[in-house]
């Protein structure tokens, strides 16, 4: 029996807005996004430092640059197949210690093999964040507030970045790179403290691996026959592609390209990312209030992740053709782009999943996600091997960039609940 998209009348939501404990949560998930994004993306803004240091070859950058998305991907799925088994209070908080262990090591590394397997590390703590905050937001937050609950965890990846690029950019111009990862590591650790606090245990029983009436919980093969499923995927590549060059190598070509000194790329590429977050918290907000005026789900989540896309793939190739001061605006053009593509990327999955699946369906989605993720950073330093220059780099990206916006326009079909088949399955037998 194949999975359906349940009919409009058949939607199920939660029924109330989420008490005051779990705005408190909301507030450390996104706290706990922009501590992720600075512990993932501070090595593209020591990597100029890095290169000299260490005698490293652009495709050597290439690959330190790609292994967190590496073991990030590969993990999703066994994060995902956790998050909806176990207690996801304790799943977050063991991967936000591994990977703040990770970036603490990272700074007492003293070549490329204890450089490389760091950033490995990282990518396995981190890749409980995503299932992780679906789960939540899909248990907890009705469809008319995820568009602003996403919004607020992602403004928290954007100034992530915004504030390793900008300040860690600065400090590690002036301190050196590895005093900043130490302090970054360690200091992030406290961030446990509160989340124990105001977390709750997860009560619902279902949730836990041990229970026998757990086969209503949908598996990843009936996840894989949905089309939308496939699209989600399809999708994400595409954006992460754009993201990670963005975050990866977009640092080093402004530095090496363009000829910036470290605190010009670091003021560039901190407005892009601030931008980006304003314009993700901007367009959540839109999004829910377009909905709750009487818009559809289908048309404003999908409006907004495809024309944001197609946003970035126009701005893109500008980057490499224009001049130095074009060059920048273009640049914060396809960060604000990625910002209001962003906003809606993961209140469709939390709306297809449903708080049962959304832990598997975020893991796989994510999976395959970053393996776009993976791919763009190493693939632009063989491109740089090979050529010597950046413009096939920047082409491929907005190739990639186009596709994405084609994929949520027209992959994904509704924006609704799905109604699972081993759901439906276990209340006739129950019956």
Request: glycine share 10%; charged share 10%; net charge positive.
């Amino acid at each position: 029996m194949a999975s359906i998209p349940s009919s409009p009348t058949a939607r199920t939501q939660p029924s109330r807005a989420p008490s005051q404990t779990m705005r408190r949560v909301l507030i450390l998930l996104a706290l706990s996004a922009f501590i992720n994004f600075v512990d993932r993306g501070n090595l593209s803004a020591a990597a100029p430092l890095l290169k000299t240091e260490l005698a490293l070859s652009d495709f050597r950058l290439g690959i330190l640059l790609a292994a967190f998305f590496w073991s990030y991907a590969f993990f999703q799925m066994f994060s995902g197949w956790l998050v909806d088994r176990l207690d996801v209070k304790w799943m977050l908080a063991g991967g936000f210690f591994l990977w703040s262990v990770a970036t603490a090591a990272t700074g007492l590394a003293g070549g490329f093999a204890l450089l490389l397997a760091a950033r490995l590390v990282l990518g396995v703590g981190e890749s409980v964040v995503y299932p992780s905050y679906s789960k939540i937001l899909a248990r907890y937050f009705p469809e008319e507030q995820r568009g602003l609950a996403n919004s607020i965890i992602i403004t928290g990846f954007y100034a992530g970045p915004a504030f390793g690029l900008f300040f860690g950019g600065i400090l590690m111009g002036r301190y050196g790179w590895r005093s900043f990862f130490l302090l970054l590591g360690l200091i992030s650790l406290l961030w446990l403290l509160p989340w124990f606090q105001c977390m709750p245990r997860e009560r619902d029983k279902h949730a836990n691996a041990g229970n026998p009436h757990d086969s209503d919980t949908p598996g990843i093969f009936e996840i894989l026959k949905l089309r939308s499923a496939w699209g989600t995927c399809a999708a994400l590549a595409c954006l992460d592609y754009l993201s990670y060059f963005l975050l990866t190598w977009m640092p080093t070509y402004l530095v090496r390209g363009r000829n910036f000194s470290m605190d010009q790329m670091a003021a560039t590429m901190g407005a892009a990312y601030v931008l980006c977050a304003v314009v993700a918290a901007t367009c959540g907000w839109l999004s829910d209030r377009w909905i709750i005026a009487g818009a559809t789900p289908t048309l404003v989540r999908k409006g907004f992740t495809s024309v944001g896309m197609a946003g970035a793939a126009i701005f893109v190739m500008p980057c490499v053709l224009a001049g130095p001061r074009l060059a920048t605006v273009m640049v914060i053009l396809v960060a604000t782009s990625l910002g209001a593509c962003s906003s809606n990327v993961w209140a469709i999955t939390q709306t297809l999943a449903g708080p049962r699946a959304a832990g598997r369906w975020t893991g796989i989605e994510n999976f395959v996600g970053n393996l776009g993720g993976a791919v763009a950073p190493a693939l632009t330093g063989f491109v740089l091997g090979r050529t010597g220059h950046y413009f096939w780099a920047f082409t491929i990206t907005a190739a990639v960039s186009l596709l994405g916006a084609l994929s949520w326009a027209f992959w994904i079909g509704r924006v609704e609940p799905v109604v699972w088949a081993s759901r439906v399955r276990a209340k006739g037998v129950s019956g």
